[in-house]
């Protein structure tokens, strides 16, 4: 069936290095893409969104990355800050579809 | 502050009760999503509505049923609950569809089912 999985349940990254979260998804029809934060006890809060027709969009300090040939999807956060500790999700839907999310990745900021 | 507001935060309840979760979504946004978040699940699409008319349904369960009514605000009904529907369930809103634009989500209301 259609799905969202990322690869790493968990990422320790060190202040100041760059942080890499992946996601696969396998639903072909699906033309958005968007990466969320949960910080603990909030609810889930946007990052960045890609459309299937770019491959690369940037914001501030963040990178999403889309390979649609093998259905990947990445999200680089550059100069990783304490702050960035939270679980990150990708979601993917397509027009009037479902805004399914994947499983969750724990970053974890050490000092 | 999304600017969207869930109601009650906190909800313990006993199995075989019913609950009733409310969601004020942001001013103008026309649809309204309902997630379920278990520690096991991740966060598990439950239903969309648009305008006050479903739009699209994820794997909710039979005992559960939502509407949005013509202020656009909604209300997640749960009955017959059962020890495994303690979760947070989050409200999200949007101005259009899933691919417009970003979902805001609320805060979350946590139900404890003892």
């Known amino acids: 069936g259609e799905s969202v999985g990322l690869h790493l349940p968990t990422l320790s990254v060190q202040e100041g290095d760059n942080s890499i979260i992946n996601c696969a998804y396998s639903?072909?029809?699906?033309?958005?893409f968007i990466w969320y934060k949960q910080e603990s006890g909030k609810g889930p809060q946007f990052i960045i969104d890609?459309?299937?027709?770019?491959d690369k969009r940037q914001g501030q300090r963040v990178t999403v990355l889309l390979n649609k040939t093998v259905k990947h999807l990445s999200l680089q956060i550059a100069a990783t800050q304490p702050g960035d500790s939270a679980v990150y999700f990708c979601?993917?839907?397509?027009?009037?579809?479902?805004?399914?999310f994947g499983a969750g990745t724990q970053v974890v900021v050490t000092p | 502050d999304s600017g969207v507001t869930q109601t009650p935060k906190h909800l313990i309840t006993a199995t075989g009760q019913r609950v009733t979760l409310r969601c004020s979504p942001r001013?103008?946004?026309?649809?309204v999503y309902w997630y379920q978040q278990s520690l096991d699940q991740g966060l598990q699409f439950l239903i969309q509505?648009?305008?006050?008319?479903?739009?699209a349904k994820g794997n909710i369960l039979e005992r559960f049923s939502a509407q949005q009514f013509p202020d656009l605000h909604s209300e997640l009904n749960l009955s017959s609950l059962e020890l495994g529907d303690s979760a947070l369930y989050f409200c999200?809103?949007?101005?259009?569809?899933?691919?417009?634009?970003?979902?805001?989500f609320g805060e979350g209301s946590r139900l404890t089912v003892l």
């Open positions: 999200a809103s949007s101005k259009d569809g899933p691919n417009t634009g970003e979902l805001f």
């Open positions: 639903n072909s029809a699906s033309d958005y």
């Open positions: 890609i459309r299937s027709n770019m």
């Open positions: 979601a993917e839907t397509s027009s009037w579809g479902k805004l399914q």
């Open positions: 001013s103008g946004d026309l649809s």
């Open positions: 509505y648009y305008n006050g008319e479903e739009r």
